[in-house]
């Protein structure tokens, strides 16, 4: 790269809460949001998920060098015809030491059980209409009842945390030992 590196950065609402994140950024490349990104050439992209990254798109970002994700996943990249072409394609997958720190997805799932344990969707829905039936969205306790998480890696393990809390039975299917004194291991 030539002179300063000019940094397409697809996550603006990100930039705008992760304190120091813009200019942790601007130490190394004059970052870029996508409304300006038409001008000039780019020399690394940070694409939001809703953004796909594919061979036309690649090649129409002529000099690029680096398309970073702050994911683990790159289903929205072309990783192979980016690499091939030059590329690099950097992940947050191998970064486990971070990773460990993220429980977000975890805790997104987490919620989605109790909301459907406890009918909170007609809990809101009364509550919106200005009415109050706690009989009608009666729910269910989590203790006493069975949680099976099949791979008990970093979100299954986080999920299992979640159910002992709640005095859950856990049962987890993974090739790999659970070291987990509280996961039942069992066959998929």
């Known amino acids: ?26 130490e190394f490349a004059d970052v870029v949001l996508p409304v300006a990104a ?14 796909e ?7 129409a970002l002529d000099g690029l060098k680096i398309i970073g994700t702050p994911t683990t996943g790159s289903d929205h990249i072309d990783v192979v015809f980016a690499e091939s072409s030059g590329v690099r394609v950097i992940t947050t997958k191998n970064e486990r030491a971070m990773l460990d720190s993220i429980q977000s997805t975890a805790e997104l799932a987490w ?22 039936d706690g009989s009608a969205v009666r729910g269910h306790e989590m203790t006493g ?7 008990h890696g970093r979100l299954g393990s986080m999920m ?13 299917a993974d090739p790999l030992p659970i070291d987990d004194a509280g996961v039942d291991r069992v066959s998929f």
């Open 38 to 51: 038409g001008k000039g050439p780019l020399d690394i992209v940070v694409p939001p998920l809703s953004q």
């Open 53 to 59: 990254l594919d061979r036309e798109a690649i090649r």
């Open 111 to 132: 919620l989605l059980i109790l909301a459907c344990q406890r009918n909170l969707r007609a809990a809101l829905q009364q509550v919106a209409d200005g009415d109050w």
């Open 160 to 172: 299992s945390r979640f159910a002992q809390a709640f005095r859950m039975r856990v049962m987890a």
């Open 145 to 151: 009842k069975t949680l099976g998480i099949v791979g």
């Open 1 to 26: 790269m030539k002179g300063r590196a000019r940094l397409l950065w697809g996550w603006p609402e990100i930039l705008e809460e992760v304190p120091g994140l813009r200019d942790s950024l601007g």
